[in-house]
T-cell receptor, first 113, second 112 residues
Framework: KQEVTQIPAALSVPEGENLVLNCSFT??????LQWFRQDPGKGLTSLLL?????REQTSGRLNASLDKSSGRSTLYIAASQPGDSATYLC????????????FGAGTRLFVKA | EAQVTQNPRYLITVTGKKLTVTCSQN?????MSWYRQDPGLGLRQIYY???????DKGDVPEGYKVSRKEKRNFPLILESPSPNQTSLYFC???????????FGDGTRLSIL
């Protein structure tokens, strides 16, 4: 059974710091992995999607990498800003079973001004 | 504007009273899905649909029904709601199973 773990559960950093959020999964038979952010009381905003055949994706200050064989993905945020404060979630889509999706519990990020 | 729309956004109801949460997308997406989000348990998939008339169970389907009669709509039905179904529900869609999922704003259900 696929399990998705995100470490750390919470993180507090000063503004301007570069940071890395981690996502690990137990079954490497994934179709893709998607990173989201969720603001309190709000829905999920898609950040980056990495297909299983890709190594990384970039959007602005965000870079996501995927090492499928080791079951790991990282989300790198450069030059963090207070507006980056949110919960970051990763979700893997399974390769078999009709694109079932499994979410990690998330990392709650707080960027101090 | 491309979006996934859920209704209602908030609902307080009582045990056993059938309810339907609607989900509609205007992006011609084939794939649609329902999730529930609970503190300490995160987001869990309830049901998903690969296309019209094609639905399948996620990880927590008990107590829920879905239907996909039209491509744009994917309602979630609670035939006999119970307090353990109190949760925040999200609908999502994607063009295909391989494409990014886009989420609605959520529906907060309280079942007394």
């Amino acid at each position: 059974k696929q399990e998705v773990t995100q470490i750390p559960a919470a993180l507090s950093v000063p503004e301007g710091e570069n940071l890395v959020l981690n996502c690990s999964f137990t079954d490497s038979a994934i179709y893709n992995l998607q990173w989201f952010r969720q603001d309190p009381g709000k829905g999920l905003t898609s950040l980056l999607l990495i297909q299983s055949s890709q190594r990384e994706q970039t959007s602005g200050r965000l870079n996501a990498s995927l090492d499928k064989s080791s079951g790991r993905s990282t989300l790198y945020i450069a030059a963090s800003q207070p507006g980056d404060s949110a919960t970051y979630l990763c979700a893997v889509r399974r390769e078999t079973g009709g694109f079932k999706t499994i979410f990690g519990a998330g990392t709650r990020l707080f960027v101090k001004a | 504007e491309a979006q996934v729309t859920q209704n209602p956004r908030y609902l307080i109801t009582v045990t056993g009273k059938k309810l339907t949460v609607t989900c509609s997308q205007n992006m011609n997406h084939e794939y649609m899905s329902w999730y529930r989000q609970d503190p300490g348990l995160g987001l869990r998939q309830i049901y998903y649909s690969m296309n019209v008339e094609v639905t399948d169970k996620g990880d927590v389907p008990e107590g829920y029904k879905v239907s996909r009669k039209e491509k744009r709509n994917f309602p979630l039905i609670l035939e006999s709601p119970s307090p353990n179904q109190t949760s925040l529900y999200f609908c999502a869609s994607s063009f295909q199973g391989s494409q990014p999922q886009h989420f609605g704003d959520g529906t907060r259900l309280s079942i007394l």
